[in-house]
Structure formats: C-alpha cells, structure tokens
C-alpha cells in the first residue's frame, strides 16, 4: 500500500492533495525505516484551534493510531505534523513504546527517555520532511518540462505534416491559402525574394 486510507473527520478538501500523500508517504517509510503504515485520523476540535498551546497531534502506540488537528491550517504544516508523528511510530516499531511510560503533561521534563524520543521525533521528522519537499518540487518541474517538450514536439510533427502535404508538385505553385485537417484556412508560405543585384557604374578613364 503505498498511502494508508486517511480518516477524514474534518471539513478539510482532500481530494487535490491525495498526489502530495501518494508521494509521502512511502518517501517517509523509506526515509525513517518502519514497515507498515499507521492509521491516520484527521479531526476538528475548535476548542483547540483557539488555544494558543493546543495540540496539533499525536500518536497512540496501542492502536498505531496518527491523530491530526487540522483546523485552520496550512496542508504543508498538517504533513509536517505528520512526520513528526511517523517517527514516533517508526519508534513503536522499534520497542521503544514497551515499557511503561508516563505522557502526562510535562512529561518531557521528567523522563529522560520519553525526551530522547520527542528529539529524535523533531528532528528526524523535519529532516524527512524537508528532505521529501525538495524532492517533490524537484519531481513536479521536471514533470512540467517533459509535458512541455512533448507538446512542443506535437506541434512541429503537426506543422511539418501539414506542410508536406500542401507542398504544390511537379510545376505547380503554392496556393494563396490551403486548409490545415480541422478546416482552418492558412495562408500561403511566403518565398523570400532573391537578393537584388546592384548594377555597376562605368568608370571614366579620361585623362586630363
């Protein structure tokens, strides 16, 4: 599966957006190493939104659950959130999650361990955002180039035939127009005109 099935419960427009997720997803599994997708929820909570300090996601390693508050913000800012997110599970993975751990508030102050985890979750996950970004970007102008190229290619194939075709034979001459196949009237390719020759002056050759 190269995207996991995302659990819209939000008024959030996926449907533009599914290219960025196709292309995330497994450039994240690769990148941070772990071997199936979690489920990712996508959730409202306007409470939330307002709260300067409120969340904007988490992880739960019982259910390998990604739960993501999407209210108010940017596409790129919910993927980035995500990252941070598969790290964790990419973590869980590891056995990281298996001992008993407090998440209570705070909880990055007190445990040692639990810290290590959310410094790795920071920084490899911008890491492996950052890093897919560019590469996107990267794929998306070279998709635009190539597009751009075969049109191009389209067009003088086209114009080279339809000249080939109304080239007049044997002592015919040009028409003033012909009709390209869908009907539309072309006029007559101009000759350029032979350059005209400059007539020499005599040059006297009396003697004084």
Same mark, same amino acid.
């Given at each position: 599966?190269?995207?996991?099935?995302?659990?819209?419960?939000?008024?959030?427009?996926?449907?533009?957006?599914?290219?960025?997720?196709?292309?995330?997803?497994?450039?994240?599994?690769?990148?941070?190493?772990?071997?199936?997708?979690?489920?990712?929820?996508?959730?409202?909570?306007?409470?939330?939104?307002?709260?300067?300090?409120?969340?904007?996601?988490?992880?739960?390693?019982?259910? *390998?659950?990604?739960? =993501?508050?999407?209210?108010? $913000?940017?596409?790129?800012?919910?993927?980035? %959130?995500? #990252?941070?997110?598969?790290?964790?599970?990419?973590?869980?993975?590891?056995?990281?999650?298996?001992?008993?751990?407090?998440?209570?508030?705070?909880?990055?102050?007190?445990?040692?361990?639990?810290?290590?985890?959310?410094?790795?979750?920071?920084?490899?996950?911008?890491?492996?955002?950052?890093?897919?970004?560019?590469?996107?970007?990267?794929?998306?102008?070279?998709?635009?180039?190539? *597009?751009?190229?075969? =049109?191009?290619?389209?067009? $003088?194939?086209?114009?080279?035939?339809?000249? %080939?075709? #109304?080239?007049?034979?044997?002592?015919?001459?040009?028409?003033?127009?012909?009709?390209?196949?869908?009907?539309?009237?072309?006029?007559?390719?101009?000759?350029?005109?032979?350059?005209?020759?400059?007539?020499?002056?005599?040059?006297?050759?009396?003697?004084?």
């Amino acid at each position: 599966m190269t995207c996991p099935k995302i659990n819209n419960q939000t008024t959030l427009d996926l449907t533009g957006h599914q290219p960025m997720f196709d292309s995330f997803f497994p450039y994240s599994q690769k990148t941070l190493g772990y071997e199936a997708h979690p489920a990712v929820n996508f959730i409202s909570d306007k409470e939330n939104a307002v709260n300067p300090l409120g969340k904007t996601g988490f992880y739960d390693p019982s259910s *390998k659950e990604i739960t =993501i508050y999407t209210d108010g $913000r940017h596409i790129k800012d919910v993927l980035r %959130s995500i #990252a941070h997110e598969l790290v964790h599970h990419a973590q869980n993975e590891r056995g990281e999650f298996d001992q008993e751990l407090d998440t209570s508030p705070g909880y990055a102050l007190e445990d040692g361990h639990l810290w290590n985890m959310e410094q790795e979750a920071y920084k490899d996950g911008n890491s492996c955002f950052r890093r897919w970004e560019d590469t996107y970007k990267q794929q998306l102008q070279e998709s635009k180039k190539m *597009k751009s190229n075969k =049109i191009q290619e389209m067009v $003088r194939k086209e114009l080279k035939k339809i000249l %080939s075709e #109304a080239a007049p034979r044997g002592g015919e001459e040009w028409p003033m127009t012909y009709s390209d196949k869908h009907g539309n009237k072309i006029p007559k390719p101009s000759t350029p005109r032979p350059p005209r020759k400059r007539k020499r002056l005599p040059v006297s050759t009396a003697v004084e």
